[in-house]
């Protein structure tokens, strides 16, 4: 007897698409049929001998792997109208690096976004993967309008089990969160609250390789040729380390083809889109054979960057840095580019000349252990105590500095006033004598925001506080006379943002940065210049707005070259980790924008997600307006039937859509950096991949 469903065993045709031969099975299955049952059957079906183990059945109905092959078909609710693909999970590949090559590759494509970018590190000899991820690069077209609300999300499908509860609806408090994102090999994944001290350790020594999942085939590009509209594809020979270490030059006409260039704060907010989700397969978020897609460094926190190990790295983020000054994704003053723009000459003179070793084995003859003992007790000595030498009193800053504090409609004029700071309190007062007396203003910087502004050749030196009030934030500006004092001042209230005072360890080596920072700034007198030294093009160092604006390409060629005095002393990797330090130095280094519209409000706002902290932003100006701190932090969360994102701290909610990108994307740059701030330097660890997924997959 047949019913209308079928056979009144309870049996049903099932319609399979076999992309390798273009070719169509239909099936007659019972529901509580297995996958690997099933896709045994269709094997047998076929009758066609060759190599199926690298197949897998793929639902593109549901964008769903059908990964677990003893689930059962109703588990995953499989119905006579599903068609399904059975289909390779290794396909070709091609990954854009941060230097603008691109690598021609055999990805796993039923893996998630994370283990292929794991997978992706390791092959290339890349430390610290969870910094790194997966983007699309977003189109023209794209910039210019928001994507409007969106929530994605894996659905819960009948009869499987699902994931761990999802850690972000935990309470997260300051100073209660422990654990780490790297796990003892013998030990099982953190479960529960998590418990500790906000931050982990971060300390200087190198974690060790992260391993999970299974390996993908990779395979390279065997001839190496120029593709059409890219940069270099590589062929995987032996000088594939060296091209990912030196990287091939590029032009900038080239390189502005493959290049997001926004061209204000929206359109810097739409590429944030860009991102893959790191809990789903490359097939699943669209993703064809084939594609290009970009591997970039994701998060702002680069943790243990050491030459001996870290080669490709340093050039990789380089390289990223490099890219995102001169394409004017991060913005900088004419000053600081001309700067950049020495040290990028110095790392192309290097390039061609013999380096130091860093091998594994120390010159010294020291050990492993001797090295990770030196470490420990720099760490413990505290650097700000040592040059004190009295820890019974606690440091503070006492000098006269001009401020001013913006008005509507008000002329800008700085009032010269003696303050003092001390613990994270900013006093201010009319004369030095009056210090013993109450002062007439008064901030706790903690929690406030703190850029700066350093123009060496005027020999301006301001420091901007936003600093949080209950009515709203409050705006200071404070001018400074010397470079010291610039540097001296603008570190302490950087560490009182974060909660901490001088006496942190980190104080010294602050101002010591800042002032590295301004040294190389500084114009170089009686350097005479080689004509055949100024036979370079300025656009291949400059971001285009500062080109033709105030300077011929002869005059402009002429500052690179004065600047580069400065820097000719340096080698390769000096070279760029200086540009790299310098790059972290500028204001908006580490912001992550989207477009968002809180609850209850009919104004677009500009979001801005940074290593510890939240900062609401004017659309228009880039003004902040307010600003959260992580560690104040509760739970994070996404409703995902109303695609709302909801952040809960200790004395408010804020709640808000997301419309330049879908709001799974701002909630894995949330536990992203808390996952990132818990890393360890213990050795004996390996990557939890378990409780990153917990802290950004947005399960409920």
Not at 378 to 391: K, N, V
Not at 574 to 586: D, G, P, R, V
Not at 683 to 697: A, I, R
Request: proline share 4%.
């Amino acid at each position: 007897m047949i019913s209308d469903e079928g056979l009144i065993d309870g049996t049903w045709v099932l319609t399979i698409f076999v992309t390798d031969f273009q070719v169509e099975k239909n099936l007659r299955v019972k529901g509580d049929l297995h996958v690997g049952g099933l896709m045994l059957k269709l094997v047998e079906a076929l009758d066609i001998t060759t190599d199926w183990s690298d197949h897998g059945l793929y639902w593109p109905g549901k964008t769903l792997w059908l990964s677990r092959t003893r689930s059962t078909l109703d588990q995953y609710g499989v119905q006579s109208d599903a068609n399904l693909w059975f289909t390779p999970m290794h396909k070709g590949l091609r990954v854009m690096m941060p230097d603008l090559q691109i690598l021609d590759l055999r990805i796993d494509f039923s893996i998630n976004i994370f283990s292929v970018v794991i997978h992706l590190c390791k092959k290339l000899g890349i430390r610290h993967p969870e910094e790194l991820s997966l983007s699309r690069k977003m189109s023209r077209e794209e910039l210019k309008k928001n994507k409007g609300v969106s929530a994605t999300r894996r659905t819960q499908l009948p009869g499987l089990a699902a994931p761990n509860d999802h850690l972000s609806d935990r309470n997260y408090e300051s100073n209660a969160i422990g654990g780490s994102p790297y796990r003892a090999r013998s030990a099982t994944s953190p479960q529960g609250t998590l418990r500790g001290g906000y931050g982990g350790g971060q300390q200087n020594s190198p974690s060790a390789t992260a391993v999970g999942g299974h390996s993908p085939n990779y395979s390279f590009n065997a001839n190496g040729a120029m593709s059409p509209g890219s940069a270099h594809s590589l062929s995987f020979d032996g000088s594939l380390d060296a091209s990912l270490i030196n990287s091939p030059k590029v032009s900038v006409k080239e390189a502005f083809a493959m290049l997001n260039r926004p061209r204000n704060l929206a359109e810097k907010a739409r590429i944030s889109a860009g991102w893959l989700d790191s809990s789903r397969s490359l097939l699943e978020q669209g993703i064809e054979e084939n594609s290009i897609v970009l591997l970039r460094f994701k998060f702002s926190t680069f943790y243990d960057i050491n030459p001996k190990y870290d080669a490709v790295r340093i050039n990789q983020i380089y390289e990223q840095a490099r890219w995102s000054l001169i394409s004017e994704e991060l913005d900088c003053t004419e000053e600081e580019m001309i700067m950049f723009a020495a040290i990028q000459l110095q790392v192309e003179k290097q390039s061609r000349l013999p380096q130091p070793s860093y091998d594994r084995s120390t010159s010294q003859g020291e050990d492993e252990i001797d090295f990770a003992l030196t470490d420990l007790q720099a760490s413990l000595d505290g650097e700000s105590l040592l040059a004190s030498g009295d820890i019974t009193r606690t440091p503070e800053l006492r000098d006269y500095l001009r401020f001013f504090k913006p008005r509507k409609f008000a002329i800008r004029s700085f009032k010269r006033c003696f303050f003092v700071f001390k613990d994270t309190y900013l006093s201010m007062y009319k004369r030095a004598e009056d210090a013993n007396e109450p002062p007439v203003l008064s901030f706790n910087l903690k929690g406030c925001e703190v850029s700066s502004d350093a123009y060496v050749l005027a020999q301006k030196f301001s420091i901007h506080l936003f600093i949080p009030r209950p009515t709203g934030m409050i705006e200071l500006w404070i001018r400074a006379d010397t470079e010291e004092q610039f540097a001296r001042w603008s570190a302490a209230f950087k560490l009182a943002a974060k909660g901490h005072t001088m006496a942190d360890s980190s104080y010294e080596a602050e101002v010591r940065t800042t002032l590295t920072f301004l040294s190389m700034q500084h114009p170089a007198s009686d350097v005479t210049t080689n004509p055949n030294d100024l036979r370079f093009e300025p656009d291949n160092y400059i971001a285009p707005r500062f080109l033709g604006r105030t300077k011929t390409d002869q005059q402009l060629c002429q500052s690179i070259m004065q600047a580069h005095s400065n820097v000719s002393s340096m080698n390769l990797i000096e070279a760029k980790l200086n540009y790299i330090k310098a790059w972290q130095s500028l204001p908006e280094y580490g912001f992550t924008y989207f477009i968002m519209k809180l609850r209850n409000s009919r104004k677009e706002d500009l979001l801005a997600v940074v290593s510890n902290r939240l900062i609401r932003m004017d659309l228009n100006k880039g003004d902040s307006l307010k600003m959260w701190r992580f560690q104040n932090m509760k739970s994070w969360s996404v409703n995902w039937e109303i695609k709302q994102v909801q952040v809960a701290f200790e004395d408010e909610e804020v709640v808000f859509h997301c419309l330049t990108a879908d709001c799974k994307v701002v909630h894995e740059f949330i536990g992203g950096y808390i996952f990132l701030s818990m890393r360890s330097g213990d050795k004996n660890q390996m990557l939890d991949e378990e409780l990153f997924h917990k802290l950004t997959g947005g399960w409920l």
